[in-house]
């Protein structure tokens, strides 16, 4: 069992549609979780990253962690063709003496016009 | 403005060459590290750094070696390079040390072909 899985998608969306992206992890001891958004030809970005269980809001996007259920959420507002990209969600870990990001696959986005 | 740099984005390589991919960080970060990214796997750590000449093992190490000479510089190296090393290749670094590690600042990748 992978400790992070995420649906690759495709997943395409209109114009101004509610986007949800989704991961969920088996390690309750993840404290940290983040995405990235990754541009097609481009390494990965930050985009939101947060530690406690609840809701964080920045701009259009909010990034939701349910630690009980072990579910992690990203939504979008009002998407936008500019937000076409994959999004990777990433947990930090502890193994082999060091903390450590571990990767989603990544969920590829497409909102069309 | 954090900028991580990778010496190719593209690179063609024979089976059995020995094949360098370099990455350049202008931030003084302590920490490096080269995933590498395959559709439906997301990106797998291979190797990472939290000091010069320091070097610690990823997931998947097999079939590669690094070298931090410098602080700004992370070099990974396939000895012999074979067909399932094709992949994207991403450096990365960050600031705090390990124990406490979070935003990795990530270069454009570089992919390589083997063939």
């Known amino acids: 069992q992978k400790e992070v899985e995420q649906d690759p998608g495709p997943l395409s969306v209109p114009e101004g549609a509610i986007v949800s992206l989704n991961c969920t992890y088996s390690n309750s001891a993840f404290q940290y979780f983040m995405w990235y958004r990754q541009y097609s030809r481009k390494g990965p970005e930050l985009l939101m990253y947060?530690?406690?269980?609840g809701n964080k809001e920045d701009g259009r996007f909010t990034a939701q962690v349910d630690k009980s259920s072990k579910y992690i959420s990203l939504f979008i507002r009002d998407s936008q063709p500019s937000d076409s990209a994959t999004y990777l969600c990433a947990l930090i870990g502890f193994s082999g003496g060091y903390n450590k990001l571990i990767f989603g696959a990544g969920t590829r986005l497409a909102v069309h016009p | 403005d954090v900028k991580v740099t990778q010496s190719s984005r593209y690179l063609v390589k024979r089976t059995g060459e020995k094949v360098f991919l370099e990455c350049v960080q202008d931030?003084?970060?302590?920490?490096m590290f080269w995933y590498r990214q395959d559709p439906g796997l997301g990106l797998r750590l291979i190797y990472f750094s939290y000091d010069v000449k320091m070097k610690e093992k990823g997931d998947i190490p097999e079939g590669y070696s690094v070298s931090r000479e410098k602080k700004e510089r992370f070099s990974l190296i396939l000895e012999s390079a074979s067909t399932n090393q094709t992949s994207m290749y991403l450096c990365?670094?960050?600031?705090?040390?390990?124990?406490?590690?979070?935003?990795?600042?990530f270069g454009p990748g570089t992919r390589l072909t083997v063939t």
């Open positions: 931030m003084d970060h302590e920490n």
């Open positions: 947060t530690y406690s269980s």
């Open positions: 990365a670094s960050s600031l705090i040390r390990p124990g406490n590690s979070y935003e990795q600042y």
